[in-house]
């Protein structure tokens, strides 16, 4: 267990660790605590819960061999969260028994580094996939994923995943040309399997009219906008308020998948989803944040200044990645910083803005040196 300490200065007030649990949180005169307790100067930075990136993969080869990769190389690659602050990540398809092996060394602490929530593979209709020539091009390690064609296959295929006890279920609605497509009854034996298991269903959709048959279907969770659908219409929003479902905007993405294209497309792209993300909030619907990392780079700037342009304040979107994740997922001692709650925190120059230091279950994994 992490040993005691306390984090000093901060604008928001003093925060005293003891093992992975916050103890007690208040300015200098509200507390005591022990002698020789070590001190962690926070002076002029913001603390705040840990971050939680809510669409991650860890389907890159460079996570392949995970059991095997050094411990250092590994932690300098996780970087790649910890550096912003992310204490949980939640990977939406890779190879299950590779990213439990790396959720491993992370938990009996050889490698430093995020907490991992992970699906496994995701369920896909036939022929979704793009060929194994082109996933080696992107850098995406060869996993075969399990292919559902009937309801009763697909209840099959799901309570086969769910031996292997996932944190959640993936489904690929369609095809990324949209011309192979899940049929509802199909997903709706999926959401049924997974929800009898207490286990909630993500899925990436690709149309509105995927968006249609997930909420159709009671999924929990649309992994990203669909921009290709255009502006979405009143019934998915009141599908969304009424089925209190999540969606991930995944904004970011959206720009760099269209990099290779005109500049007026790629700016239509992005807008339509940002016109998605601002009608879901403006109806009531539970907003995730996520970066889809995997398929974009690890900075996730670009999604904070997207975000905030659908109309999202920065309360908002730390909430997104904060207390609405915790209690969306059931993660009742996160997502807070209060007496009793993990030890999951960022210490930030603002909301938003550069980390210093990350500590997840009170150890400190990540500190930005001068």
Excluded at 15 to 26: H, L, M, P, S, Y
Excluded at 186 to 206: C, M, T, Y
Excluded at 221 to 243: C, F, K, S
Excluded at 257 to 285: N, Y
Aim: aromatic share 6%; charged share 20%.
């Amino acid at each position: 267990m992490p040993a005691p300490r306390l984090l000093t200065g901060a604008t928001n007030g003093n925060v005293f660790i003891d093992g992975d649990r916050i103890v007690a949180v208040g300015d200098g005169s509200s507390f005591e605590t022990p002698e020789g307790v070590e001190r962690v100067d926070c002076s002029g930075a913001t603390i705040v819960p840990g971050l939680y990136n809510a669409h991650v993969h860890f389907f890159e080869r460079k996570w392949s061999q995970a059991h095997a990769t050094p411990a250092a190389e590994l932690a300098a690659q996780l970087e790649d969260f910890t550096r912003y602050g992310f204490t949980s990540v939640f990977d939406l398809s890779s190879q299950w028994e590779n990213t439990q092996a790396l959720r491993e060394r992370i938990e009996r602490g050889e490698v430093a580094g995020p907490r991992i929530r992970s699906t496994g593979e995701g369920l896909v209709p036939p022929g979704a996939l793009p060929p194994p020539m082109v996933m080696a091009v992107i850098g995406v390690m060869q996993t075969p994923l399990p292919e559902v064609v009937d309801a009763r296959q697909a209840a099959q295929a799901t309570r086969t995943l769910l031996d292997h006890d996932p944190d959640a279920i993936k489904v690929f609605l369609s095809s990324n040309s949209g011309h192979v497509v899940m049929e509802l009854e199909v997903l709706r034996a999926i959401v049924d399997e997974a929800h009898r298991a207490g286990k909630k269903v993500f899925v990436h959709p690709n149309t509105a009219d995927d968006v249609r048959t997930a909420l159709s279907a009671g999924v929990d969770v649309l992994a990203h906008t669909v921009p290709r659908g255009g502006p979405w219409n009143d019934d998915i929003l009141q599908a969304a308020r009424e089925r209190r479902a999540a969606l991930i905007p995944t904004l970011a993405l959206w720009k760099h998948l269209m990099r290779h294209d005109r500049l007026s497309l790629a700016q239509s792209m992005v807008a339509t989803a940002i016109e998605q993300l601002r009608a879901w909030r403006d109806a009531g619907g539970i907003v995730l944040f996520g970066t889809d990392y995997g398929a974009v780079d690890a900075d996730p700037g670009d999604e904070y200044a997207l975000m905030q342009r659908a109309g999202m304040t920065v309360d908002e979107i730390v909430a997104a990645m904060t207390s609405v994740p915790a209690e969306f997922l059931g993660e009742t001692d996160r997502g807070r910083i209060a007496p009793g709650f993990m030890a999951d925190l960022a210490v930030v120059d603002a909301p938003l803005g550069n980390v210093r230091m990350t500590l997840v279950g009170g150890e400190i994994v990540y500190w930005e040196r001068p």
